[in-house]
C-alpha cells in the first residue's frame, strides 16, 4: 500500500493563480481531510469528507474548495491564491479514529 | 479555534532521561490523541485514549487522561535520539469528524 499521497511536493503561486493540491489514498477510507500547518501552529482543519459525494467544512475553509467525487481522490482547491495561503499542507485519511496522513504540500504565494 | 494547548512548547533532555509532555484543552471529548512529527515529515499516530480511560500503555509511551482538569500527559521513557520530534495532542471536542490540534511540543533528545 502506498498509503496517502500528495503532489506535488513544493509548489510557488503567484497571487491570484488557481491551482489544485491533489490528494489520494489506496486503503478504502471513508473519511478524508486536508490539514494547514503554519510556523509554530498546530493543523487546522480546512475541509473534510466522510464519504464520496460528502464534504465538510473545517475551521479554516474561506479561499479553498473541495469535492470527492471517489473514495481514493480528495483535491484541494485554491481559486485565488494568496500570501496567506502560503503554509504546509497535509492530506489525511482514517477508518476509525486514527489519522493517517500524506508527506505535505510546501505551497509558497507570492 | 485551537483546542489543545501543548506545555512545553520545547523540551530538551539527555537520552535515557524521561520526557513529559503536557496537553489542555477546552470543551468535552470523546477521545484524545498524540501525535508524532519528524522534521518536514507529515504527522504519526502514536496513542488514542477515550474519555472513559484514565491511562493508556504503548512500548514506552505513556498516556493519562484527567477529564475534570481536561488536561492529559504524554510519557516518554529512556528516551532515545530518534524520539527528536514535535509532539501534538488531537481532540474531537466539535464533533467526531473536526479534529482540533495544539501547537505541539519540540522535543530535542541529546546523544
Known amino acids: 500500500n502506498a498509503g496517502v499521497t500528495q503532489t506535488p511536493k513544493f509548489q510557488v503561486l503567484k497571487t491570484g493563480q488557481s491551482m489544485t493540491l491533489q490528494c489520494a489514498q489506496d486503503?478504502?477510507?471513508?473519511?478524508m481531510s486536508w490539514y494547514r500547518q503554519d510556523p509554530g501552529m498546530g493543523l487546522r482543519l480546512i475541509h473534510y469528507?466522510?464519504?464520496?459525494?460528502?464534504?465538510d467544512q473545517g475551521e479554516v475553509p474561506n479561499g479553498y474548495n473541495v469535492s470527492r467525487s471517489t473514495t481514493e481522490d480528495f483535491p484541494l482547491r485554491l481559486l485565488s491564491a494568496a500570501p496567506s495561503q502560503t503554509s504546509v499542507y497535509f492530506c489525511?485519511?482514517?477508518?476509525?479514529?486514527?489519522?493517517?496522513f500524506g508527506p505535505g504540500t510546501r505551497l509558497t504565494v507570492l | 479555534s485551537q483546542q489543545g494547548e501543548e506545555d512545553p512548547q520545547a523540551l530538551s533532555i539527555q537520552e535515557g532521561e524521561n520526557a513529559t509532555m503536557n496537553c489542555s484543552y477546552k470543551?468535552?471529548?470523546?477521545?484524545l490523541q498524540w501525535y508524532r512529527q519528524n522534521s518536514g515529515r507529515g504527522l504519526v499516530h502514536l496513542i488514542l485514549?477515550?474519555?472513559?480511560?484514565r491511562e493508556k500503555h504503548s512500548g514506552r509511551l505513556r498516556v493519562t487522561l484527567d477529564t475534570s482538569k481536561k488536561s492529559s500527559s504524554l510519557l516518554i521513557t529512556a528516551s532515545r535520539a530518534a524520539d527528536t520530534a514535535s509532539y501534538f495532542c488531537?481532540?474531537?471536542?466539535?464533533?467526531?469528524?473536526?479534529?482540533?490540534f495544539g501547537a505541539g511540543t519540540r522535543l530535542t533528545v541529546k546523544p
Open positions: 489525511a485519511s482514517s477508518y476509525t479514529d486514527e489519522q493517517f
Open positions: 486503503m478504502n477510507h471513508e473519511y
Open positions: 469528507s466522510v464519504g464520496a459525494g460528502i464534504t
Open positions: 470543551t468535552s471529548i470523546n477521545n
Open positions: 485514549i477515550r474519555s472513559n480511560e
Open positions: 488531537a481532540t474531537d471536542a466539535y464533533n467526531n469528524n473536526d479534529m482540533r
